[in-house]
């Protein structure tokens, strides 16, 4: 695997403030995918005892991020989707692994499974972003 792409979303991650207040975690880091996880707080449940849909679209966004941005260039969400699948309780890790599918020039598009720690999947995500090579502070 490249140091760099390595380098990229660790530096991406350490420097997620929101991530860091929701408590994920990066995990492992591979050529084709990018890991973030939680253990789901009480702070992260609905009214009805399960992890909010909005916090399982956090986890997932924020495994979408790090991928589409792993290679040096601006990378803009321009269409995301989620499926909830099962809920996730208190205590329950959840995993997100994204993955690139596509990858053009302006454009590529992820994959992104999100896992409860008994391997049921929690929900599906996919994601498109357009591509720009310059700092994203400039658009």
């Known amino acids: 695997m490249s140091i760099e792409r390595a380098e990229i979303i660790r530096n991406a991650f350490d420097s997620d403030a929101y991530a860091a207040a929701q408590g994920f975690s990066l995990g492992e880091i591979t050529e084709e995918s990018v890991e973030v996880s939680v253990v789901v707080r009480e702070d992260h449940l609905n009214f009805r005892g399960v992890l909010h ?10 495994a979408f991020s790090l991928a589409s941005n792993a290679h040096g260039d601006s990378a803009m969400a321009i269409d ?28 590529a598009t992820y994959r992104v499974d999100v896992v409860r720690d ?11 972003v357009f591509i720009r090579n310059q700092d994203p502070s400039s658009l």
């Open 80 to 107: 995301t989707h989620l499926a909830l699948t099962a809920p996730s309780r208190l205590g329950n890790t959840v995993t997100a692994t994204a993955t690139e599918i596509t990858r053009g020039r302006t454009l």
């Open 53 to 62: 849909g909005g916090a399982l679209f956090s986890l997932a966004d924020c």
């Open 118 to 128: 008994d391997g049921r999947t929690a929900g599906l995500f996919t994601g498109t």
